[in-house]
Each structure stands twice: as C-alpha cells, then as structure tokens.
C-alpha cells in the first residue's frame, strides 16, 4: 500500500520545525524506518511531514560529565560505533547491536526509536534503565523530560504534538558497575520475544547495587530495582535467583503471535540472572582493568 496524502515541509532551523509542529500538528520525519511503514499500511495518516534530515546540529554524539547526548538525527549505527560513547556508556553499543539490522540501524535514530515508544524496543528501555532524559522543544520554550515520565504507554510518549525532542540524555554508569544486555527474538535482529538490561556495581567482591530493565513484559519498559535482594551478595556463588523471583512478580507480559505470556515469563526470569551475571563479570573485568 501507499501512504495516504500528506504535505511535507523541510525546515531550515530547528525553530522552524517547532513552529511547522505547532501549525500542522504534524509528524516528524528523522530515520523513518518506523513512522513509514506505518503509514504505509495507512495505521497512520499524518496530514502533515516535518523532515528535520536538513538541520545537522542535531546529527551529534557528545560524552562529557558523566553522560552521552545524543542527538535528535544521531543514527543507531553512529551511536554504536562512536568510540567515546563505547568507552563511557557501553551498555549503549550493548543494547543498540540487537535493534533490527544493520541496514536498518544506518537510517533510524536513537532518539526517534524512543519517541517511538515501543515496548519492545531496546533503547527506552536502556534510557530507563540509566535514568536518563529527553530534551524536548515547544512553542513555550525547552523542557527536559526524566525517561520515568517520558514512556506513557505502547508507543505513546509524553512529548507533546508540537514539540520536538531534540536530544535525549544517557547518563554513564557509576565507577565500579559493569552493564550487560541480553536478549531472545525468534531470528537475530527481530525484536524481542524478552530483552533484558543490567547493571550491577561491585564493591570488595560482593554487589552494592544492582537493577535491570525489560522489554516485551508490559506496556512500557518495565525497571526493577533488585538491591534489596542482591546487595551483599559473594560474586564467587552469587545467586540470582531472588532477583529474578522479584522481577517476576511486578511483570504483566501478554500473549501475542510470537509466544504465550507464561514463555515470555519464563524467559524473563532466566534472562535477568544471565544479565546480573554478566553485569557482574563486566564490572569485576573492568575494575581489574
């Protein structure tokens, strides 16, 4: 099928752009390996194109105190190869290597997949999982937006119809964590039936904090918080499985084409010890770096 009519605009400024969104209520056009499909198979039919390709000072990746931006036109492959990026944050690079293909991953943008929204995707999740942040820009000026408050819903965000997110914020984790992404799709590079990020801080061979996040078990990326359970634990016979009980019981995974809620369960919990357990080695790795 073919798009349904639509006018399209290509500003020179991001003001510009803001201003189209204000007057149109229209879509922004980045990567599009998301938003054209869909409008393609007419799920979507935006009077109204905004294509920001043209405006290259969002086409940025910057690691300075303590975080990597990214910008708005940053392509997944950019931010996965970008070296500083890897050395910093590399649960980044982590986590982007299972979003699609690479082919895909050469167009789409980190930023456009987390306005996206979609619980199955990796990057909203690792957001979450940092505590990062969106920048947004509106007719009322520049608003940062904590990832908590960001994901509203299965693929409804909290930026609004006129503003353009411009940025979004991934804070490095802290001296001594180490960070590991796991994850299970029927074919490398489909999105995932389970996908799980950790990070774990190690302190004297033992943990002293640790937390993941999950995709395709709710209608939003779902963070846990598993300290409680893990803290104090020997890295030598660590024991995942509280954690993993914990996950389970604040998950909602549902059934679809792909496998039944009680697979998707199951999966959750198996993934969560296996990315504790790799989060764990990294940080060790990395301290005796």
Known sequence: MKPAPFAYHRPA??????????????????????????MSMRLAAPTDLVDINGLADLDTVTVDAGRVRVGALARHTTVEHHREAYAANPLLRRALQHVAHPTIRNRGTTVGSLVHADPAAEMPAVLCLLGGQVEALGPDGPRTIPSAEFFAGPLESSLADDELA?????????????????????????YGLVGVGAVVAVAAGVVAAASVALISVGPVPVVVDVTP??????LRAADWSQAAALVDAVIEPEADLHASAEYRRH?????????LRRAADDAVSEDAA
Do not use: M, Y
């Open 166 to 190: 411009v940025a979004a914020i991934f804070p490095n984790p802290a001296a001594g964590s180490g960070t590991a992404w796991v994850e299970i799709a029927r074919r490398h590079g489909d």
């Open 267 to 275: 999966l959750a919990g198996v993934l969560v010890g296996q990315a």
């Open 229 to 234: 359970v893990v803290h104090g634990i020997d």
């Open 13 to 38: 400024s991001v003001e510009e752009a803001v201003e189209l969104l204000a007057a149109t209520g229209g879509k922004v056009l980045a990567g599009g390996q998301s938003l054209v499909p869909i």
